[in-house]
């Protein structure tokens, strides 16, 4: 009797852990997803109640479209200076002798260019030459030469410039890590730095002396060296003082940028090298087949020079041949 009511208990027992667990696995899913919907709504009842939360939560949101905006009317302001002032291209030559590093003024290069005209038509007087050659040398010589000195040397200036920026701006990065004022970090640039680094950067501290902001100070950087990675500096500066944010991680990303495109650069140059010249070689083989013509065969190669028809032919060729020569040059220069 004992084992039969123990049997029987057992069975009931297992039996009521099957319903038992048979009711749990069918009702699994939907005890989960109201646990989680109560739990969720719990959470969203909690932030819409809590204040601070939700207080603070439309602060960040309001701080960040504020950033946004302000960095969007700086790079929109910013861009239309750049623009206006592409305009022209030329620059005036009171700020072109300053480009170029010249301590000399205005009348005094004017002087300079007469003296060469007259220098040069002395000389081509002296030789020989006719009335109107030597009046031709007036003005190549006086109003061409010396612009295309002053062309060359502000060239040189600007990249002699570009090969010690990108180690100016470390030197700003770890100077402002180290806990210095970006004041402090340009005045550093503008006492230890090369050459022509030192003059720009004091003249930024002078401008700052003056009474100038260090974004309006660092614009007028770009204007002495007008190269599209001082309007980069102008960038970062104008919007770090407007927007906030790190100066030091902005700077150190704009070095890194500059050297890059250093490198793209000599890459570009590398590649284009064969190009450049075989341009150089199709440009004057030209003029060597004419010279050696006229030293082989001079009664061969004269009539060109003595006929008219021969005039004409040498004019045209020429024509056509400058505008190679423009055309092979634009397809092997490229801009980064």
Known sequence: MFGIDTTVLMIILLAAVSAGALAYAVLFPSIEVQKKTDARFNRVKVAETDGNVVKAARDRVNEATKRKKSVQESLKDLDAKQKSKANHSSPPLKIALQQAGWSISVPQFYMGSLVAGLLFSLVSLVMGAPIYIAAGMVVIAGLGVPRWILSFARKRRFKAFMEEFPNA??????????????????????????????????????????????????????????????????????????AGGNLSEALGNLSRVLRERRKMKGKIKAMSMEAKASAAIIGALPFAIVILVYLTTPDYIITLFTDPRGNIILGASLIWMGMGVLVMKKMVNFDI
């Open 169 to 242: 701006l470390d030197v700003m990065v770890r100077s402002i890590k180290s806990g210095l004022p970006v004041n402090d970090a340009l005045r550093l640039i503008a006492t230890d730095s090369q050459e022509p680094l030192r003059s720009e950067f004091r003249r930024i501290v002078e401008a700052q002396q003056m009474g100038l902001s260090i974004p309006e100070a660092c614009t007028r950087l770009h204007q002495n060296i007008p190269v599209s990675e001082t309007n980069f500096f102008a960038i970062v500066i104008t919007i770090q003082s407007q």
